[in-house]
């Protein structure tokens, strides 16, 4: 396999293979804010997230996934991400699948989660193309994906049928191998910042 499961460490996060050690963590971030209740993500109940887990490890087992939990500085879990639709002949993935607790949000520890998955995929893997993907109409996504300095591929329209039965449109955006220095010089800018 050309990608495989991988412990990453920053400052302000940490992401860790996904495990059913996390349950209990990820069931008390995914409570936060009632996360579950947005209509247009699938971000588990806290009842729903052994099984998740459960998919998510499935996935892993075929080779098309690899999940972590994302931790905070203090290493308690508030959240998940993964390499995702991985493409192993062509050095292709998606980060995805990705949502974290209230407390996590609006904090250093996305923009550091991406600036290691990102770098681990370019400079370790050596991808030539990291993609993401979101609801059309999430626009808080959407802003974030931007903030990373990816480019919009295009709109993949009437895409997935969604749980409450809502046809998705989904933005695609991908980061090239050309580009990853300026992306990373880029994270690395905005979390070094002054904060307001």
Known sequence: MWATPVS???QHCSL???SHNHADGLSAASASGDL???WYTSIPAPDQVEAEIDRRLSLQETGSMIPFTACDASGRPV???TYMNIDHANRRL???STWYGKSAQRTPLNTECKLLLLRHAFETLDAISV???THFINHQSRRAIER?????DGVLRSHMIMGNGTIRDTAVYSIIASEWPTVQANLQWQLEKPRD
């Open 79 to 81: 959240g998940m991400t």
């Open 148 to 152: 990373l300095g990816a480019k919009l």
């Open 8 to 10: 990453l460490s920053g």
């Open 131 to 133: 993609e993401f993907r």
């Open 16 to 18: 860790l293979p996904l």
């Open 36 to 38: 579950h209740r947005l």
């Open 94 to 96: 998606e980060i995805g």
